[in-house]
Each structure stands twice: as C-alpha cells, then as structure tokens.
C-alpha cells in the first residue's frame, strides 16, 4: 500500500474528507438513534418470538426490523443531533461514491476471500457443505438485494451515522470496536427466533465475529473518507458469500474458523487505523 500526500490525476475529493461527523449535539444524536434502532427493530422481533412462544397469535413483518426501523432511527438521531445540516451530511456519506478505486476492490476481495478462506479450510479438513445453501443461479439478484438493503439500513446507521459520530470523540479505531459491540447486541433478539440463520450459531462467536466486522468496515469507511456504498458492497459480498459457501453453519469448526480468520485480519487493519492520522490520504 502506497501513502500518497498528493491525489493521483483524476481523483475527485470527497465531499467530507474527514470522517468524524460535526454535530451540536452528538451525546443526544447517539441516545435517540441507538435507543431507536433497538427498540423499534426489537419490537419487530419480539412480535415473532412471542408467537413462537403462543403469547400472540401475530406478528409484524419482520421486513420492518430492517427497512423502517433503520431508517426512522438514523434520520432522527441526525436531526436531534444536528438538525437539517446533519441530514445533508449523512446523505453526503450516503451518496459518497467517488473514491480510489482501489478501495472498491479492497472491498470485494476482503468480502469475498474471508468465505472462500473458510471454504478452503473445510475442503481441507474434508468437511462436506451444507444442502441448503444459496444456489449460484441466485448469486447476482442476491447480491443487489442484500448491498441495496445494507447500503440504506445498516452501514447508514452504523457507518454513516455512528462510526463518524463517536470517531469525533474517540478516534477511528476505538470508534470501530464501539460500533461492533452495539451492533452485535442489536442482533440479540435473532438468536431467540426458532428457524432463523443466528438461531444456530453460537452467540459469543457471532459477537466476535460482529465486532471484528465492524473493524474491518471501519478501516473501510475511514479510508474512503466517509463512504457508505463500498461499506456496503463489502456488507453485500460477505452476506451473500457466507450464503453460497455455508461454511458458517458447516460446523463448528469452520465457523470458528471464519471467527479467526476475521479476527486476524481485524488485527491488522486495527494498526493502521491506529497507526496513521490521516487514513484518507491512503491510496
């Protein structure tokens, strides 16, 4: 990797180069968006698993959780924090596209070498994949589903929002480390569904895994000075490469070995986020 302190011919600054986010109120932005985003995702949630527990005989569309919960949390965090101005600054994150390219394909080969890592280490131990994987016919329409969701749900409120919001008062890396506990707990509610995919993984593992994650888009997300779409191409990827590999619900042993393997890579993306002031200016 190359440090560049002069931008190569072609390259269009981004729009806010510097990731930390400037709210009036930041404290009170983060108590109204994350104090959202888990009371109406786990309300969604909760409808489900009182069903399944014969406490109701409903439940809201568990769609909600993602597709309207996300949404209302992050655009009301970024007006209780900073009013209309911060509206616009998150759509700028939200529509931050022109950066090196190389990130882009920092991106799709993190999000896709960490699956194929794993599906490597089975064939090597001679664990055969699961049946009910992500057929490859599914791939492509898979792939613009779960970016396009991601892009506006998740990495809007995680990345766009969070991650730039606590970097003001801490920096990036612990930002990162922040963001990943809080968007591990938020998936809690998941594991108490019967049938769902987190249902059958362990829970510390998937919260290491979750935290290790959120590094890895938080190097992502400093780097290109603040965008949300290659964080969430890199969220697409990884969902859906975990869906056609399996290997997170091969067994244990590959699980556990896709929970490493992230970790490491974390570790060294975790130095350079520590290592360098500017991680914008990296090429």
């Given at each position: 990797m190359l440090i560049a302190r002069t931008p190569s011919p072609g390259y269009v600054p981004a729009m806010d180069r510097s990731t930390p986010t400037e709210l009036a109120h930041p404290l009170r932005a983060l108590i109204?968006?994350?104090?959202?985003?888990?009371?109406?995702?786990?309300?969604?949630?909760?409808t489900l698993i009182a069903?399944?527990?014969?406490?109701?005989?409903?439940?809201?569309?568990?769609?909600?959780?993602?597709?309207?919960?996300?949404?209302?949390?992050?655009?009301a965090a970024s007006m209780a924090g900073g009013g209309r101005l911060a509206v616009l600054q998150l759509g700028r994150r939200l529509l931050h596209w022109r950066t090196y390219w190389q990130w882009y394909l920092a991106a799709v080969l993190l999000?896709?070498?960490l699956p194929l890592l794993a599906l490597f280490f089975a064939r090597i131990a001679d664990i055969s994949q699961p049946s009910d994987v992500l057929p490859l016919g599914s791939v492509p329409i898979s792939l613009l589903i779960e970016t396009t969701m991601f892009w506006l749900t998740e990495?809007?409120?995680?990345?766009?929002f969070a991650q730039p919001t606590i970097a003001g008062r801490l920096n990036p890396a612990p930002a990162s480390l922040v963001v990943g506990i809080v968007w591990a707990l938020w998936h809690l509610p998941l594991f108490a569904i019967r049938g769902s995919f987190q249902a059958g993984l362990p829970y510390l593992g998937f919260f290491v895994l979750t935290v290790a994650t959120a590094i890895v888009l938080?190097?992502?997300?400093?780097v290109t000075g603040g965008s949300v779409i290659v964080c969430a191409?890199?969220?697409?990827?990884?969902d859906v490469a975990f869906a056609a590999s399996g290997v997170l619900s091969a067994s244990p042993l590959t699980f556990w070995a896709v929970v490493g393997f992230q970790c490491l890579i974390?570790?060294?993306?975790?130095?350079?986020?520590?290592?360098?002031?500017?991680?914008?200016?990296?090429?």
């Open positions: 109204v968006g994350y104090s959202l985003a888990f009371a109406l995702s786990w309300t969604v949630w909760g069903e399944q527990h014969d406490l109701l005989s409903w439940h809201l569309p568990q769609a909600l959780a993602f597709w309207l919960s996300l949404p209302v949390a992050v655009l999000a896709a070498g990495e809007a409120i995680w990345r766009g938080g190097w992502l997300f400093t191409i890199y969220h697409g990827i990884v974390a570790l060294l993306l975790w130095r350079q986020l520590t290592s360098r002031h500017d991680l914008s200016e990296v090429r």
